[in-house]
């Protein structure tokens, strides 16, 4: 376990350190994007920081503060895109922590806004929002037709001016992977978020299942440590109440999501000491010790850490790898994933010229 692991399960442990190991923990914690998170964390705990460590960490904290302003801006302006065509705007995973204003929100940074729509009205969602300066970056037509016909949204889409990315899903997994969660019954459980009219969020157990399907299904590696802490703050939300617990996988049931909740609830606790109620790991499998289980430690215990040199052995590349093929096994069916990676390899993606000038075009 990486030293960043360490101090993320015991904040103690800090209180501790040599300055060669400050020195460590900034690095290994800078590569998982996690330097906020774990500034907001000593902070609470009362942690006397080395000047330099701190420095570091507070940069990462001012940093994601900046940040959650320009998205509380931006969901403003896509509320009242959407406000036109009479849809509330449904907030999923970064972007709804910061709006909720949710404990896994703390010092998070994140790449673009998520939202929900239901599939019968994407299109006229699409078309608001490009009346408001949103448009398409896919490259090709290919790209084009595969988000649309396969997967779980539309093509990341830019603001001409802003430059904010945007992710318009209709669901939270591809249409064509073999779980099959029903985006309805996740519309129809949002809440709005107090003091935002027209914004919602999904309910406490879909932001965590959702958490869950994303890490485990399709998650991309250098940040899955980062997406760990965040369904670890999600679960610790769920406080000691029985209830609460139940209901979560009963929700997980009915979503077809038990799958990804096992996982999550098996490496959380493993790893970042989530009090899970034992009762409920036994009863989800997430205690199992099968070859089949096996396998899958032995890759994600190599990938949900840092993925910084100093926390590496020499199979977490090999792990990498794997866990890419097995979320491309998870997300299609085998002929399609043929089709899919036969075209990829035939016809690589093309450099994006749009804003280039002519010279720089002829010289890409």
């Not at 949710?102 to 699409?126: M, S, T």
């Not at 990315?165 to 978020?193: F, G, M, N, W």
């Not at 899919?340 to 075009?361: G, I, M, S, V, W």
Request: glycine content about 6%.
């Amino acid at each position: 376990m990486s030293l960043l692991l360490r101090v993320l399960r015991h904040t103690d442990e800090a209180r501790h350190l040599s300055p060669a190991d400050w020195d460590l923990l900034v690095r290994q914690c800078r590569h998982a994007n996690l330097l906020g998170r774990l500034h907001q964390r000593l902070e609470a705990a009362g942690i006397d920081m080395p000047e330099r460590a701190r420095n570091h960490l507070l940069s990462g904290t001012i940093m994601a503060e900046q940040q959650h302003h320009s998205i509380l801006r931006e969901v403003g302006h896509l509320r009242d895109a959407l406000s036109d065509i009479g849809l509330p705007l449904i907030l999923l995973k970064g972007a709804a922590y910061v709006a909720a204003g949710l404990p896994a929100a703390a010092g998070r940074l994140f790449a673009d806004v998520d939202i929900l729509v239901p599939h019968a009205r994407l299109g006229e969602a699409e078309s608001a929002l490009m009346l408001t300066g949103w448009q398409s970056s896919a490259l090709d037509d290919y790209d084009q037709r595969y988000y649309r016909r396969w997967m779980h949204e539309l093509p990341a889409m830019q603001h001409m001016f802003r430059g904010t990315a945007l992710d318009v899903h209709h669901t939270i997994l591809p249409p064509t992977s073999r779980l099959k969660p029903d985006a309805r019954l996740l519309i129809e459980a949002s809440v709005e978020i107090p003091g935002l009219p027209g914004v919602r969020t999904l309910a406490l157990p879909d932001l965590i299942l959702h958490s869950a399907s994303h890490l485990f299904h399709e998650g991309e590696p250098d940040n899955l440590l980062r997406d760990l802490t965040d369904l670890d703050a999600l679960l610790r939300q769920l406080g000691d109440t029985p209830a609460a617990w139940d209901a979560l996988a009963r929700r997980a049931e009915r979503l077809q999501l038990s799958g990804p909740l096992r996982l999550a609830l098996r490496y959380s606790h493993r790893l970042l000491g989530t009090p899970v109620p034992a009762r409920l790991l036994a009863e989800l499998g997430c205690l199992a010790d099968g070859p089949r289980q096996r396998l899958l430690d032995a890759l994600y215990l190599r990938v949900l850490e840092t993925q910084h040199p100093s926390a590496a052995d020499g199979l977490r590349g090999a792990a990498r790898k794997l866990l890419y093929i097995r979320a491309h096994w998870l997300r299609m069916p085998p002929h399609l994933l043929a089709y899919h990676l036969a075209h990829k390899a035939l016809f690589p993606p093309q450099a994006d010229t749009r804003n280039l000038t002519a010279d720089e075009k002829n010289a890409a």
